[in-house]
């Protein structure tokens, strides 16, 4: 499998902008996660979703973060407008309710708002 | 909720040295996963471990469920295992959602 695929790998943004993450999970599974990893704050889940419905967005900052997940295999964060201290490294994530769960991360977005 | 706390925080090892890392949990877990972030921010996952002894390598995982900890041990470190090894856990009674330890951050040196 070729895992989960997140783009852009990297992107520089002026504030104010409008920033759009992507990820494919792995097909076939059930959830789907967007982590942000900051060095402040570590390893924070932001959403995620079961089946392709949002379950729990509390640890999304504050309205200007939105994700969707239209179908099975295509979820998308977006930040809008986009400030400084949004810059962290965003990860997506998924598993599979049948696998024990077991979580496996893309590689993760690295986002850096000037 | 449940908490994960690793142990210890920080490690410095010297080429060829072996290290134990540990992780405490409170409460009982139906999933644990170790995962190596290294220098490059990929999470890797090493090993699925709710219980028992696993070995990959030079690593190797013990979980003792019933104690409420797992470990991870390294042998023979190399350079390319620095980073930082974060436990993940899935608390029983039919949570899908992973809790995250703060991590140990490993650095290894030629």
């Known amino acids: 499998d070729a895992g989960v695929i997140q783009s852009p790998r990297h992107e520089v943004t002026e504030m104010g902008q409008e920033v759009t993450l992507r990820c494919k999970p792995i097909s076939g599974h059930d959830y789907l996660f967007w982590y942000r990893q900051t060095m402040m704050r570590g390893l924070e889940l932001l959403i995620y979703f079961n089946n392709n419905v949002p379950i729990d967005d509390s640890g999304m900052p504050e309205d200007r973060f939105s994700a969707k997940m239209p179908n099975a295999s295509f979820s998308t964060l977006k930040i809008q407008p986009s400030e400084p201290r949004d810059s962290a490294v965003y990860f997506c994530?998924?598993?599979?309710?049948?696998?024990?769960?077991?979580?496996?991360f893309g590689e993760g977005s690295w986002l850096t708002v000037v | 909720g449940i908490q994960v706390e690793q142990s210890p925080p920080d490690l410095i090892l010297q080429e060829g040295a072996n290290s134990t890392l540990r992780c405490n949990f409170s409460?009982?877990?139906?999933?644990l996963q170790w995962f190596h972030q290294n220098p490059w921010g990929q999470l890797i996952n090493l090993f699925y471990i709710p219980s028992g002894t696993k070995q990959n390598g030079r690593l190797s995982a013990t979980t003792v469920a019933t104690e409420r900890y797992s470990l991870l041990y390294i042998s023979s470190s190399q350079t390319t295992d620095s980073g930082v090894y974060f436990c993940a856990v899935h608390a029983s009674g039919g949570s899908y959602i992973p809790t995250f330890g703060r991590g140990t951050s490993l650095i290894v040196h030629p």
């Open positions: 994530a998924s598993s599979h309710t049948g696998a024990g769960n077991t979580i496996y």
């Open positions: 409460d009982s877990v139906n999933n």
